[in-house]
């Protein structure tokens, strides 16, 4: 995959609905979304691949095959990337090894309990992460945890339902808040990719 001038390898896997746990649908209706590069992760990496990150610490929320991750790295970042399930950081890990990019540090992180999440970073990354209204919710209050001083978050979302209530929510913790449109093609249709930038002030 071509992001800016560089070509980009992306492994994952074949089938995503070959991956569904049964037992951990019953639970909470938790499907593999992991196991997708979806559109929202392409245009947040080519946007990132213009920036110069080195010796930013970034974070990834819900990083699946880990494209924006392993792109903030080749830019310098300090990355670490974040996932509900193991087996998609195993895919960040390997991706980024097969792109010549330093390891990651890698995480487990659910968006519902994150108390052991303690640290700060300079920029947050997140895609298409809205498709639930308790994730909405749930992100717009973590967002602004994870968000040092003079820091920022970037949430690439293609229109989900709850992106409006992510928005409402993210309103309250007084950030600054701005948006940019982008596309990208895919199975040859263009898809919209709004670019959410959330920003603290410096102190």
Request: hydrophobic share 40%; aromatic share 8%.
């Amino acid at each position: 995959m071509r992001i800016g001038d560089e070509i980009y390898r992306v492994v994952y896997p074949a089938a995503a609905d070959a991956l569904i746990d049964e037992e951990d649908f019953d639970n909470d209706e938790s499907l593999p979304y992991w196991a997708e590069l979806w559109p929202s992760a392409v245009a947040l990496a080519r946007h990132i691949h213009e920036e110069d990150l080195t010796g930013k610490r970034t974070i990834e929320l819900g990083c699946g095959v880990g494209l924006p991750t392993i792109v903030a790295l080749r830019r310098g970042a300090r990355a670490l990337a974040t996932d509900h399930y193991e087996a998609a950081l195993d895919f960040v890990r390997h991706n980024a090894g097969i792109n010549g990019s330093p390891e990651p540090r890698t995480a487990l992180l659910d968006w519902h309990a994150p108390e052991d999440m303690t640290e700060t970073f300079d920029l947050v990354l997140a895609t298409d992460v809205l498709y639930e209204q308790r994730n909405a919710e749930a992100l717009a209050k973590l967002i602004p945890r994870l968000l040092a001083s003079g820091g920022e978050a970037l949430v690439a979302d293609p229109g989900r339902r709850w992106e409006p209530l992510f928005r409402e929510v993210i309103h309250e913790a007084g950030l600054a808040f701005s948006t940019e449109s982008v596309f990208v093609e895919q199975e040859s249709r263009d898809v919209k990719v709004v670019l959410h930038r959330l920003s603290r002030p410096g102190s």
